[in-house]
């Protein structure tokens, strides 16, 4: 990851839930990840990007896409 001039890290809603969101009791069965509690999905992630700024420059992939065509046209 660390090699890569562009890592893209995408988040989905369903990520940032847990059984406790209402999740219907056939999905959560299929996606074990809502077995862990949101707090500490929030941790985990907090600490992921923490280490990713480190090493890199965080932006939204509209930013990342705009600098990259400005790039491209120089």
């Not at 809603?13 to 069965?29: I, M, N, R, S």
């Not at 700024?53 to 400005?70: K, N, Y």
């Amino acid at each position: 990851m660390r090699q890569t001039k562009l890592f893209n890290f995408e988040l989905h809603a369903l990520d940032l839930l847990d059984q406790e969101d209402g999740v219907p009791a056939e999905l959560a069965k299929r996606q074990r990840d809502l077995e862990v509690r949101w707090s500490k999905k929030k941790s985990r992630l907090e600490e992921m990007l923490k280490q990713l700024q480190q090493d890199r420059e965080l932006m939204t992939l509209a930013r990342a896409a705009a600098r990259l065509a400005t790039a491209r046209a120089d």
